[in-house]
């Protein structure tokens, strides 16, 4: 609607829009019911429309309007009847109305109605008639007689135009009730049904209705007025349905009334064949929805799923899936019917298996073990099956670990016996039902993500970090993960290795010395986090030798939060620093860099001077072999030159540039080639060094490195081959390892990479030293490239003259040869930057802690005035060196007799 509305206020514009509306439906008006302010300001306002003193039914207007200026109509929707003018008026009065109509309201028990009122209507076939009516309703007074009907009676004629009911639908409610086995043995007179509220299962009023029983067994169907409909419940759920071969199968029935709710019982004499259909409806729904109804779902369940009851034959069931069906076999020949929990759970395991698109085998089998166990929380598969304890399998009992040999049934017992064993360790930890709960959780996870088992170990390690990682909520496996102890305990029972959690992480920040001055202490920066455990606070130590001697150890210093410094301890030149670190934490163990501790420690030299002896770009390949004796690869032999570059081989030596481009490489390649036409195929090809000449080890050391390039997973196939390196220090009578790039090496994916070495860490002393490369390709066909390039070769020596030990007296601050006043006022200046370097630092650190503080400083202060016990550390009366290594030095020592 267009209106020029400019300057009107909001009732001048209502106005005018009631006019063109009015005008537009001839002989009638709108009046104004009531209006409402929406939310952004704008005014609703809703008419009913009249003719004369009578309502139109349906006839109805709405305007939007703004209430901003400028004013505007926003939107105007109206349902509308064009009325006639009148030319006769109504005959019937009121009182005449209930009389017409009396037999037809005894008819349908309708006791109560409203006064005739006069309303116009649409009416006709076509809708093409406008009436004016009296209208009527009749109804029961009796709340259960869900019965209300509308009479429209031409007020000209007297004629029923309509009568419609005005109670859209009325509820149907009621409840569903089973007979059905309990527990988990079979039914039997020993375990005899139960009557139980049946959840999830179809009910309807046919032809009219149809809905679910919800968890408690209460259903509502929704259905027009009537005075009684019929019910009927069917074993169908949301996953499928039910079906008994051997016999009609059981449903339930009955009619229910206006507000009466109506009990619906399935089997009600209880017989052995109606119950196995519901035991196999209710234990399938349950294992449905446990997977179905957790908070993520399980969309892994895609088809459908037929339940077949009392399958001619006895002793079995099974899961078919070629049709997508459980069947189990009817009672007899000394065996129970197969339909009852325990059984039923375990076919619906096989069917998830398959929904999940895992083969099936010893791990289907514990797959399906391993859904009764949780969902039954019993160990044992099929119980009293045979009779009174005979039952099909005791997963507990059976004590089942890795690795296992047998048939499927008895191996799938390793799968299940550990989450039995999980569940029992929950349940120990957590509580019976806290600890299902969290087992259940992480079964279902786990479900989704496992891609089953391997090598016929229906449970294996690989499993187990499958477990852990849908525990894990940081993606860091080496820290545990929610459950990791009680996965642990579990697995380890059935003897499957778990993946190690770091308890700490310790951690060195700079990298390592190359070598160390003599008699200088060097500070190694640390630092500790807590990860799976925490650190035990003073437990950090550094553990050394010199050269072959005995270990000895020192504290860590704490420098706060997660920093400490170990100190290398002052060693004479030429000898060598043997040491590692470790931290305790509370899980009790001790963390270790290296891990191996002092079995295979940092080894770092001590000297003042490296001197570069050899430094060879390899542009000139004089005294190097290519091959020895052996030697047996078809192709990719090593050669001098410039490699050419392929996706596994490298594009030039290490160096590239005028007059320094060649290298050693295994196969040179030419232009155009591709990756595998010039690499290692068919055995082993060596290259070896000329002698080069060496310190021997006892007054000089020698460091040894190169740069190499190495492939061994340059194709589909795994890697399975080695970059070996091997020196001898006797012309080749004796080869020591120097290093070994196996498949998965970091350094075995192309790209150059140094290595460096301290010859006599791998070799004994010589004068002299070969070394030589062996790059193969055995087993798999693999893409194997290797290259050589720039040598280096460097003395560490002594060249220096050993610094004697400073004496010193601990307190002597000034080194003055008295303690006095004046060195605690000296050493407190110092730490509030008033004084410049102290004479002495060792003398004032009066407790040996290897840091100067306020502490110190009291103490001293104690000491000159006589009020404090608190002794100082050695040496104190006499002169002497400090005992305990740390960063503090002393520049000029106590004046000492």
Not at 65 to 81: E, G, K
């Amino acid at each position: 609607m267009n209106l020029d509305i400019t300057g009107m206020s909001v009732e001048e514009a209502c106005d005018k829009a009631l006019l063109l509306l009015e005008a537009a439906c001839g002989n009638s008006v709108l009046e104004k019911q009531w209006d409402r302010e929406t939310s952004t300001g704008s005014i609703v306002l809703a008419y009913k429309q009249y003719s004369g003193s009578a309502p139109v039914r349906g006839g109805h207007a709405r305007l939007l309007l703004s209430t901003d200026p400028p004013f505007r109509v926003q939107l105007f929707s109206a349902r509308l009847v064009q009325i006639p003018d009148v030319t006769e008026f109504p005959k019937l009065r009121a009182a005449d109305i209930v009389p017409l109509i009396g037999l037809t309201l005894e008819s349908e028990g309708l006791d109560s109605w409203t006064d005739p009122q006069l309303e116009w209507i649409v009416c006709g076939p076509d809708g093409d008639r406008i009436r004016l009516v009296w209208s009527v309703i009749g109804y029961s007074s009796a709340p259960s007689h869900a019965l209300a009907l509308r009479f429209d009676i031409d007020a000209l004629d007297g004629n029923c135009l309509a009568t419609e009911s005005v109670i859209e639908e009325v509820d149907v409610t009621g409840s569903l009730w089973a007979l059905a086995t309990l527990g988990t043995s079979p039914d039997q007179s020993a375990n005899p049904e139960s009557l139980i509220p049946l959840p999830n299962a179809r009910v309807e009023i046919p032809g009219v209705a149809v809905g679910t029983s919800d968890e408690l067994g209460n259903f509502v169907l929704s259905a027009p007025p009537a005075a009684s409909w019929p019910v009927v419940a069917e074993l169908v759920g949301a996953w499928g349905s039910v079906a008994d071969l051997s016999s009609p199968g059981c449903s339930g029935s009955g009619q229910a009334f206006p507000g009466q709710p109506i009990d619906v019982i399935l089997n009600p004499s209880g017989m052995v064949h109606d119950t196995s259909e519901v035991n196999a409806f209710m234990h399938t729904d349950c294992a449905f929805r446990f997977f179905q109804d957790s908070n993520a779902g399980f969309p892994a369940i895609q088809a459908g799923l037929q339940c077949n009851v009392n399958v001619p034959g006895v002793c079995n069931a099974f899961y078919n899936e070629a049709d997508q069906s459980v069947n189990f076999f009817i009672e007899g020949s000394g065996c129970a019917n197969a339909s009852y929990s325990t059984i039923v759970t375990h076919e619906f395991g096989h069917y998830l298996v398959n929904q999940l698109g895992i083969a099936q085998g010893a791990f289907g089998e514990g797959f399906a073990d391993s859904v009764s166990i949780v969902l039954n929380e019993e160990p044992i598969i099929g119980r009293d099956f045979g009779g009174p304890g005979f039952h099909i399998r005791d997963v507990a009992a059976a004590g089942v670990t890795y690795p296992c040999f047998g048939d499927v049934h008895h191996c799938g017992q390793l799968l299940a016996g550990f989450w039995w064993d999980l569940l029992e360790i929950m349940g120990s930890e957590f509580g019976p039902e806290e600890g299902w709960d969290r087992t259940a959780i992480l079964f279902r996870d786990w479900a989704s993500i496992t891609s089953g088992g391997f090598g016929g170990q229906p449970f294996h390690e690989f499993m187990v970090q499958e477990i852990l990682s849908v525990d894990d909520d940081d993606a860091d496996l080496t820290n545990g993960s929610t459950h990791y102890w009680q996965i642990r305990e579990a697995a380890l029972g059935r003897n499957v290795a778990v993946p190690p959690v770091v308890s700490l992480v310790v951690e060195i920040t700079e990298p390592l010395p190359e070598f160390v001055l003599p008699l200088t202490a060097y500070p190694i920066d640390v630092t500790i986090f807590d990860s799976a455990g925490t650190y035990i606070p003073s437990s950090g130590k550094l553990l050394y030798r010199f050269g072959s001697g005995i270990v000895q150890e020192i504290p860590l210093l704490a420098l706060g939060g997660f920093f400490h410094q170990a100190i290398l301890p002052p060693s004479d030149c030429g000898t060598e620093i043997s040491w590692c670190l470790n931290a305790s934490s509370s899980f009790g163990d001790t963390i270790q860099i290296p891990t191996e501790g002092m079995f295979a420690p940092f080894r770092t030299p001590v000297g003042d001077t490296i001197v570069t002896v050899l430094d060879s770009p390899l542009e000139d390949s004089t005294g190097w072999n290519l091959s020895v004796s052996g030697d047996d690869a078809t192709s990719g032999a090593w050669e001098h030159g410039i490699p050419i570059g392929t996706l596994s081989q490298s594009s030039g030596d290490h160096s590239p540039g005028a007059g320094t481009e060649k290298c050693f490489a295994t196969g040179i390649g030419f232009p155009g080639g591709a990756t595998g036409d010039s690499d290692v195929d068919g055995g082993a090809t060596t290259l070896t060094s000329p002698a080069f000449p060496v310190a021997d080890g006892l007054t000089h050391r020698t460091e040894i490195s190169y740069w190499r390039w190495y492939v061994n997973d340059g194709s589909a196939a795994p890697p399975d081959d080695s970059l070996v390196v091997q020196c001898t220090p006797d012309d080749g009578i004796t080869w020591y390892s120097v290093e070994v790039l196996g498949p998965g090496d970091e350094d075995a994916s192309g790209g150059w990479e140094e290595h460096v070495f301290w010859l006599d860490q791998v070799a004994p002393p010589s004068s002299e030293i070969r070394l030589r490369f062996i790059a193969s390709d055995h087993g798999f066909g693999n893409i194997v490239e290797a290259a050589i390039d720039d040598l280096k070769i460097r003395h560490l020596q002594c060249s220096s003259t050993p610094v004697p030990a400073v004496n010193f007296r601990r307190g002597d601050c000034n080194s003055d040869g008295g303690i006095d006043v004046s060195d605690p006022i000296l050493l407190i200046e110092h730490l509030f930057g008033a004084s410049g370097p102290l004479p002495c630092a060792d003398s004032c650190d009066v407790d040996d802690g290897g840091v100067l503080d306020l502490q110190d400083s009291i103490v001293l202060l104690q000491l000159v005035f006589g009020m404090g016990s608190v002794p100082i550390a050695p040496p104190a009366v006499t002169c002497g060196s400090d005992p305990v290594v740390d960063l503090l030095d002393c520049l000029q020592g106590t004046p000492c007799p």
